[in-house]
C-alpha cells in the first residue's frame, strides 16, 4: 500500500501497528489509521480477501463452536481475522466494522482488558460510520473507481453506527476516557450517534447492557500465550508488566505445552535456556496514584529451580510480573537494541518499570518492537524511545 501523506508517497507491505491497534506508516512514522477523513474503497483485492475471512469465520470457526476439535480450529479464527485484517489496511470500509466486531468481542489482541479493545473498535466504527469522503468500488484494475450505491452507503454506515451505539451504551462508569480518549466526552459523543442513527433511519435500538467484567488482573492463560509464542519477530512481545494472582502465578509454573518435536515444556524451560526474562514483586496498595498501585523489591527469577521456589516462597495476594523476551531480534529493532531496553527498564532499582506501574501502564500495555521503532529517532536513542513511548500511553 502507499502512505496517504503527501510529503512521503512511500511504497509498504504492511503498515507499524502499535500496542493500542493504531497503524502508523514504517517511512514516516505517521498515523495512517483510518478516520473520517479516509477514502474508502470497495476493490477486487480487498473484496476477495473479505469473502474470504468471512467464509472461513462463519463455516469453520463457528459452525465448530461446540465441537471437541475447536483448538484445533484456532489456526482457522487467525486466518480469517488476518485476511480480515489485511482487507482492513486496504481500506475496505466492511472489512473494517467486521474488524471492530473481532476486536470488541475478544476475537483478537484477548491480552487486552476490555477497555482497550472497545477503544479500538470504537476507532474502526468512527471511521466508517462517520466517514465524510465518497466511498468508492472499484472493481478491476483498469475501470476508474466510482460511487458506491447510495443504499449500500447506507447499510454500511447503519451497521457501524449500531455497533458503536451499542458500544458506547456499554461503557461503565469511569471507564469512558479509556475507551473515548482523553478529549471526548460520552454524553457529546452519545448525542452525537443517535442523531446519526435517525439520519439513516434507526429508531429502535435495544440496549445491549451486558455486564463488563472491569477487574484489573491479568489471568495465567494471556501470558502463558505470550511466552510460549515468543519469538524474534516484530510482531512477538518485548516486553510487558501483569497484575497477577498468586494462584495464577502457580498456574504459570505448573502449566506446560508441546514443541513441535512432542516435548513438554513451560515457563521454567524458557527462563532456564535465556528466552523469557522474568522479575517479580509484590503489590503495595498505595493512595493517590493513578493506578494506586506501587511494587515492592523485584526479585529476579533468572533459573528454572528460582521459578520452582516461588510456589512455597510467596503468600496469597496480588503480585506485579515483569516479562522480557530476550530472543526479539528483527527489522525494528537488533538484539542488541532489545538488550538496552532490558537495561533501561530495570536499571537503578528498576526505575523504569516502577515508572510505568505507577502511571498504570500495566495489563493491556503489551509493547513490540513496532512501538520502540516508532519512537525511536534516526539514531537509536532507546533511553528516549522508552520516556517518549511511556509519554504517549499518558496522552492517548
Ligand atoms: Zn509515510
Request: proline share 2%.
Amino acid at each position: 500500500m502507499i502512505c496517504p501523506h503527501s510529503s512521503c508517497k512511500k511504497n509498504f507491505t504492511q503498515p507499524l501497528e502499535l500496542f493500542n491497534g493504531i497503524w502508523f506508516c514504517p517511512h514516516c512514522k505517521k498515523s495512517i489509521f483510518p478516520d473520517e477523513n479516509t477514502s474508502l474503497v470497495v476493490t477486487e483485492e480487498n473484496y476477495l480477501k473479505l469473502v474470504e475471512s468471512d467464509k472461513i469465520f462463519y463455516s469453520k470457526w463457528l459452525a465448530n463452536r461446540e465441537g471437541k476439535d475447536r483448538r484445533e480450529k484456532i489456526e482457522d479464527l487467525k486466518n480469517a481475522i488476518n485476511l480480515c485484517m489485511e482487507s482492513a489496511y486496504l481500506k475496505n470500509p466492511y472489512a473494517l466494522v467486521n474488524m471492530g466486531f473481532y476486536f470488541e468481542n475478544n476475537y483478537v489482541e484477548s491480552h487486552k482488558n476490555i477497555f482497550a479493545r472497545m477503544r479500538v473498535a470504537y476507532l474502526y466504527y468512527n471511521a466508517v460510520c462517520y466517514n465524510k469522503k465518497d466511498i468508492k468500488i472499484s472493481m478491476s484494475k483498469n475501470s476508474k473507481p466510482t460511487s458506491l450505491d447510495v443504499e449500500e452507503v447506507n447499510n454500511i454506515k447503519k451497521q457501524a453506527a449500531i455497533n458503536l451505539y451499542n458500544l458506547l451504551d456499554s461503557i461503565p462508569k469511569g471507564q469512558e476516557k479509556n475507551v473515548l480518549g482523553i478529549n471526548k466526552t460520552l454524553k457529546f459523543e452519545k448525542e452525537k450517534i443517535v442523531k446519526l442513527l435517525k439520519e439513516l433511519g434507526v429508531s429502535k435500538l435495544h440496549s445491549k447492557t451486558e455486564e463488563v467484567d472491569s477487574e484489573d488482573k491479568v489471568s495465567h492463560e494471556v501470558i502463558f500465550d505470550l511466552v510460549v509464542n515468543a519469538s524474534k519477530s516484530a510482531k512477538s512481545f518485548l516486553f510487558g508488566i501483569f497484575q497477577i494472582s498468586k494462584s495464577n502465578i502457580d498456574n504459570l509454573i505448573d502449566k506446560t505445552f508441546s514443541t513441535r518435536l512432542g516435548k513438554k515444556k513451560g515457563l521454567g524451560d524458557l527462563i532456564e535456556e535465556g528466552k523469557i526474562k522474568m522479575k517479580i514483586a509484590e503489590v503495595l496498595e498505595v493512595k493517590g496514584r493513578i493506578s494506586e498501585r506501587e511494587a515492592r523489591e523485584f526479585d529476579n527469577i533468572d533459573s528454572k529451580n528460582v521459578l520452582l521456589n516461588l510456589k512455597d516462597k510467596l503468600i496469597e495476594g496480588l503480585y506485579f510480573v515483569f516479562l522480557f523476551n530476550n530472543m526479539v531480534d528483527n527489522e525494528y529493532l537488533p538484539k542488541t537494541g532489545a538488550q538496552r531496553i532490558y537495561k533501561i527498564m530495570t536499571n537503578d532499582n528498576d526505575n523504569n518499570i516502577r515508572k510505568y506501574i505507577q502511571d498504570g501502564l500495566f495489563n493491556s500495555y503489551i509493547f513490540t518492537s513496532e512501538d520502540i521503532y516508532k519512537f525511536s529517532g534516526k539514531l537509536p536513542n532507546y533511553q528516549k524511545s522508552i520516556e517518549a513511548l511511556h509519554s504517549y500511553c499518558l496522552e492517548e
